[in-house]
């Protein structure tokens, strides 16, 4: 048999009755929230980390937070003068200067986002064009790429990645990439099928994998011959 669950009064003095046992096992002796009636509520003031206006805050709250803000805007600005948001704690730690994959001028960047994305980096002109489709990126299909030549091309590589290796039944519907990166160009040799995580990886080092691509199909087609 399992352990009693008999009704106990709420500890608060509420006069409500509630199991004297969750689902757990665990003991309770509050209603949700009653506990909190019994705490008390005092506050206190003190002076905002930042600007030094004075605030209230719970005791409750003063024991636990270190540092205090009377909005977000202090709270940012402190964050930025304290060293918070310096150094490689800044997304923009160790800036430098490289070219632009697009039209060749300066552009910064952090180290770490150049490292990231293999050189691929563009100014902010340049990265509009990427986007609205210059270099394969965010741009509608055309009606050549239709289902029945998505779905030829997930058979001809046997609902395989080409990339990772994995199926189709492990990876979910595969995606049929552009080697080239135009979406124009829809002749099979340029279609390869791929996982939806290897396919994010293409986005960037893109001169890698059109190598790498191009060499799985000249590969294939030797073979055949």
């Known amino acids: 048999m399992g352990k009693e669950n008999p009704q106990i009064k709420c500890a608060c003095g509420c006069g409500q009755l509630l199991s004297q046992y969750d689902r757990r096992g665990r003991e309770r ?6 506990w909190s009636r019994l705490q008390p509520n005092q506050r206190e003031s003190l002076p905002c ?4 206006k004075h605030l209230q805050r719970p005791q409750h709250h003063i024991k636990r937070v270190k540092h205090h803000f009377c909005n977000s805007e202090c709270a940012g600005a402190w964050a ?3 060293g918070i948001r310096r150094g490689a704690s800044n997304g923009h730690f160790n800036t430098i200067t490289v070219l632009c994959n697009g039209c060749g001028q ?12 293999n050189g691929q980096v563009y100014c902010p002109s340049c990265v ?3 986007r609205q489709g210059r270099k394969g ?8 790429f239709s289902p029945s030549l998505r779905t030829y091309i997930r058979k001809r590589d046997n609902y395989i990645c080409q990339v990772c290796g994995k ?25 390869i099928a791929l996982c939806r995580v290897c396919h994010g990886e293409t986005n960037f080092g ?3 994998w059109v190598a790498y691509f191009q060499g799985l199909i000249s590969a294939r087609i030797t073979l055949l011959k």
């Open 128 to 130: 509009g064009l990427v």
């Open 137 to 144: 990126f965010y741009v509608g299909y055309p009606k050549e």
């Open 206 to 208: 893109t001169d890698k």
């Open 106 to 117: 300066d552009v910064s960047k952090a180290e770490s986002l150049i490292k990231r994305r």
């Open 167 to 191: 199926a189709q039944s492990d990876a979910g519907t595969l995606h049929v990439h552009h080697i080239d990166y135009d979406k124009n160009n829809n002749a099979q040799s340029n279609l």
């Open 49 to 52: 980390d930042q600007c030094g």
């Open 80 to 82: 930025t003068q304290n």
């Open 29 to 34: 002796k509050y209603l949700p929230s009653h």
